[in-house]
């Protein structure tokens, strides 16, 4: 029986790896996206059980809708991947404060909206918070923003894991450094130092996190719940 799989911010970088992840295994994938239409269009036109659905989850009119209309279309949802994030990298003092709250709408409470509407509609399930090992202990204070958001999203994820139990897992995919359009445009030099503070020498890719997601969303996953998954290479002391 194929599953129902929403995957937040999954029309481009590891949102859509994740997506292909479960598309290829034949699973029905909502491919939620808020600007980039261009890219997710791909995907719809490549997996017959893609399902284009637009939202700004900073939004919760919108949300709701979102949860509605899946409702409508197919009843439930098995599985929820809060993948949607963004970065307003800048020095602490450039920092304002719309910026840090735009960064934590959509990294925090757009997870948080999404659970919460998502959760209604499922009987038994999982959901994955895609968080990141700057929430733990890789700590950029041009990031101070995002890190703080991924760190509060781990919090979110212990809370949840315990609001929704014993029918829904809650756990957090906590990646570094991940080969996307996001660090395309990092600079040689920077590249190169943070590649020297991973134990396997590189970034991953994106397919490398997606197989984790995948895993942790799996029956053969069934018993971890509440736990915090790194995949980040690992860091030298």
């Given at each position: 029986m194929n599953r129902i799989v929403l995957v937040t911010g999954a029309s481009k970088g590891l949102g859509a790896s994740i997506a292909k992840q479960f598309l290829d295994d034949g699973d029905i994938v909502y491919i939620?996206?808020?600007?980039?239409?261009?890219?997710?269009?791909?995907?719809?036109?490549?997996?017959?059980?893609?399902?284009?659905?637009?939202?700004?989850?900073?939004?919760?009119?919108?949300?709701?809708?979102?949860?509605?209309?899946?409702?409508?279309?197919?009843?439930?949802?098995?599985?929820?991947?809060?993948?949607?994030?963004?970065?307003?990298?800048?020095?602490?003092?450039?920092?304002?404060?719309?910026?840090?709250?735009?960064?934590?709408?959509?990294?925090?409470?757009?997870?948080?909206?999404?659970?919460?509407?998502?959760s209604m509609i499922m009987d038994k399930g999982c959901i994955i918070n895609i968080s990141s090992n700057n929430g733990i202990d890789a700590y950029y204070p041009e990031s101070i923003d995002y890190d703080a958001s991924?760190?509060?999203?781990?919090?979110?994820?212990?809370?949840?894991?315990?609001?929704?139990?014993?029918?829904?897992?809650?756990?957090?995919?906590?990646?570094?450094?991940?080969?996307?359009?996001?660090?395309?445009?990092?600079?040689?030099?920077?590249?190169?130092?943070?590649?020297?503070?991973?134990?396997?020498?590189?970034?991953?890719?994106?397919?490398?996190?997606?197989?984790?997601?995948?895993?942790?969303?799996?029956?053969?996953?069934?018993?971890?719940?509440?736990?915090?998954?790194?995949?980040?290479?690992?860091?030298?002391?």
């Amino acid at each position: 029986m194929n599953r129902i799989v929403l995957v937040t911010g999954a029309s481009k970088g590891l949102g859509a790896s994740i997506a292909k992840q479960f598309l290829d295994d034949g699973d029905i994938v909502y491919i939620n996206y808020h600007t980039s239409q261009k890219k997710a269009l791909l995907l719809s036109k490549k997996y017959s059980k893609a399902y284009l659905i637009k939202c700004d989850i900073r939004n919760e009119k919108e949300v709701k809708k979102m949860i509605t209309t899946i409702k409508k279309q197919h009843g439930y949802l098995d599985i929820i991947i809060n993948n949607a994030g963004i970065s307003h990298d800048s020095p602490i003092q450039d920092k304002t404060s719309q910026l840090f709250m735009d960064t934590l709408k959509v990294n925090l409470i757009g997870s948080f909206l999404v659970s919460k509407y998502g959760s209604m509609i499922m009987d038994k399930g999982c959901i994955i918070n895609i968080s990141s090992n700057n929430g733990i202990d890789a700590y950029y204070p041009e990031s101070i923003d995002y890190d703080a958001s991924k760190s509060a999203l781990i919090s979110l994820t212990h809370n949840l894991a315990q609001a929704y139990a014993p029918n829904i897992r809650v756990n957090a995919i906590a990646p570094g450094w991940i080969n996307t359009d996001m660090t395309s445009n990092l600079e040689k030099n920077f590249k190169i130092k943070e590649e020297n503070k991973i134990l396997l020498q590189r970034f991953a890719e994106p397919e490398e996190i997606a197989k984790v997601v995948f895993f942790i969303a799996s029956n053969e996953a069934s018993y971890v719940n509440d736990s915090i998954i790194r995949v980040d290479g690992g860091l030298k002391c």
